[in-house]
């Protein structure tokens, strides 16, 4: 509860202690600039979210760090619509932090509890020879 209640005092102080700096004018400028940018920050992230999952999906990449990322984005542009000098700095530093990089995984390096167990019996099945291709059609005691 206390947080609760600090949080936003120690904004709307750091709110007055900037726009004594830098005066009413810009404050309000600076703070209208963050709203609008964590708005278009969060489109952005909600826009681009599925097609970068596909993609790091179909290249072999694990999925945890583009989540990882994509959380990251997401929290700062909601902390820039929060108004405050405070909320603004913490969300410069999620979008400052370092980007992991991916690396394709080898799903012929990957251990046997991550295959899918249909796949690998599929797998065995075209390498025995159990499949033949062909055309099939049903002819019925009816239809001779």
Known sequence: ?????????LEIVGIYLVGSRIGFVWTLL??????????????????????RLQQAMAQGHPPFALLWASGRRFLAGVLLI??????????????????PKLLP??????GPEWRDPADS??????TTGDVIEGEYRREDESTR
Request: glycine share 4%.
């Open 121 to 126: 019996e599929q797998k065995s099945r075209r």
């Open 1 to 9: 509860m206390i947080i609760a209640v600090a949080i936003p005092a």
């Open 30 to 51: 600076w703070l209208l600039a963050a709203v609008f940018a964590g708005v278009a920050l969060i489109r952005q992230e909600q826009a681009m979210f599925l097609p």
């Open 82 to 99: 929060i108004p405050g000098p405070f909320s603004d700095f913490i969300a410069l530093l999620l979008l400052l932090w370092p980007r």
């Open 105 to 110: 995984v080898d799903p012929a390096r990957v």
